[in-house]
């Protein structure tokens, strides 16, 4: 039997690893570009000038400017989304979840440069050119369900309905992102986040101290 056929999936195979390799050298180098100049200022040769990489290299994975920041921005609202799938793991109760996925999610905005450029990339969705998805709206329906589930294990007592208290820590909680980063470059982010919930959710006061995602001094 010819080794031919083996030699050339094996071939194949590499040049798709070393594919996938590039793209996400060239994501990581977007992703620090829009993070740090904004999307109007960034050009496709300051990410191949961080990428290492020349520009066609970059045009090869990606048609212009826009896809990259589409590309982002995906890349974005996956680690949101697997930020929210490890919190529901630990099987936490209604509101110990909301406050881990808040701490969590304000730790990954202060230390990881795709968040940080997603965010932004939302800021200036109007300046792209291209349909990006619309913010917040699945983060606070998340929330919501997680709180929906102590509203049906117990009375309210008075409490904000799960809509009204989701909607309200969102806003909170990005409002105080956008202020973490334009005083701070959101190194201050997660202490927000725990001054934010100890106001807004009072008797979430032992899940905080509780929570292993949480600064404590």
């Not at 990954?108 to 990339?121: N, P």
Request: with cysteine; glycine share 4%.
């Amino acid at each position: 039997m010819t080794p031919w056929p083996l030699a050339s999936h094996q071939e194949k195979t590499l040049k798709q690893e070393r594919a996938v390799r590039t793209r996400e050298r060239v994501l990581d180098a977007a992703a620090k570009a829009f993070a740090v100049k904004g999307y109007p200022a960034v050009t496709i040769l300051d990410v191949a000038r961080s990428a290492g990489m020349t520009k066609g290299a970059v045009y090869f994975h990606y048609d212009n400017k826009e896809a990259l920041a589409v590309a982002v921005t995906d890349l974005f609202y996956r680690r949101i989304a697997a930020i929210a799938d490890s919190v529901e793991e630990l099987g936490l109760p209604p509101v110990s979840s909301v406050v881990e996925l808040l701490i969590r999610t304000a730790v990954a905005f202060r230390d990881e440069t795709v968040l940080q450029a997603g965010a932004r990339l939302q800021l200036e969705r109007q300046l792209v050119g291209v349909r990006l998805p619309v913010p917040y709206e699945a983060y606070t329906d998340l929330i919501t369900s997680w709180l929906a589930r102590k509203e049906r294990t117990g009375p309210r007592d008075g409490s904000p309905s799960p809509t009204t208290l989701a909607t309200v820590l969102v806003s909170a909680f990005f409002g105080a992102q956008h202020i973490s980063w334009v005083l701070n470059n959101h190194a201050d982010l997660p202490e927000r986040t725990i001054a934010m919930l100890r106001t807004i959710i009072p008797c979430a006061e032992e899940d905080i101290d509780l929570c292993p995602s949480a600064p404590h001094r």
